[in-house]
């Protein structure tokens, strides 16, 4: 079965682009939201996102800008007014709904994209399980937390997986599909044609791993960055400079914790504090050394003062 409904759950910056790159390939959308006030920061991103893309397209079309594998094929000629009228109608069409049983009422696909509190991913997946029908799948877009560790709380744990995006999904167009013990093979191949069919590179994730491909290289990386800020080191600014000049990178450890946001990366050095269970017994001696504690006080701080790295 091809879904056809989707519910993004989050508006946040990686569920506002799962929601837009969607609709943008045709598939109805709905973002399900918490409260008014979500809807008031989730709009303005939906707006931004609308005008990236049609940005994109333009540069596309003149041959100035890169190509967004996301947005359309290298190997045809681009249809500059296609694709602008798809951006349109994806954003005409995408809908915010406050009401979970409204939200979920025909869903296919469910994809929760919320912050990496396994608590509140808990409370949702059980508040949402009574109310979802009986051939929806869920899918977590979890950056570094297990599918297994929630797959009871879904009432489902046999259509329940994982689909892990990057961030900027319209030029950076990958999507790591994975399981856990109880997904079934035809459902983990479903998920896999769905990322195919919104443009997206399928990266098929064969073992359960903590961040899957693309997040157990970068977590490191980012932990690396704020231990040398957190020990007095040095300042982000400079370390992300002596990255980004020395390896010709486009952003360096601190460019990326302001993209993704202050309370992620608070929420995975709490997670990497806490080790048991979560890294092996190498990975964790090597971690020891990283002062946590400080990390996790200097990004709480800077989450209650609504500060970022860069203003």
Known sequence: MSFKKVVVAGGGVLGS???FQAAYCGFDV?????????????????????????????????????????????????????????????????RLELDMAA???????????????PKAKIEFYQKMAPLLPAKTVIATNSSTLLPSQFAKH???PDKYLSLHFANSIWKNNTAEVMGQA?????????????????RMIA????????????????VPFLLSGLDLWASGVSDPKSIDIAWTHGTGAPKGPFQIIDTVGLATALNIVNQ????????????????????????????Q???????????
Do not use: H
């Open 17 to 19: 682009q799962i929601a």
């Open 30 to 94: 709905t973002i399900w939201l918490r409260s008014q006030g979500s809807i008031g920061r989730t709009q303005p991103k939906l707006d931004n996102l609308k005008k990236t893309y049609e940005e994109a397209i333009e540069s596309m079309a003149a041959g100035t800008g890169p190509w967004c594998a996301g947005i359309a094929d290298s190997d045809a000629p681009l249809d500059k007014n296609a694709c602008l009228a798809r951006v349109q109608t994806a954003y005409e069409g995408l």
């Open 103 to 117: 939200a979920v009422a025909d869903a296919d696909l469910v994809i929760e994209s919320m912050a990496e509190d």
């Open 154 to 156: 879904t009432g489902r």
């Open 182 to 198: 109880q997904t079934t093979p035809a459902v983990f191949d479903q998920l896999v044609e769905f990322a195919n069919q919104i």
């Open 203 to 218: 990266l098929p994730v064969r073992r359960e791993k903590n961040g899957y491909l693309l997040n157990s290289m970068l």
């Open 272 to 299: 990497y504090q806490s080790v048991p269970g979560l890294l092996s017994p190498l990975l964790k001696k090597m971690m020891m050394p990283y002062n946590f504690k400080t990390m996790s006080k200097l990004l």
């Open 301 to 311: 701080d800077m989450l209650d003062k609504g500060e970022k790295f860069y203003e």
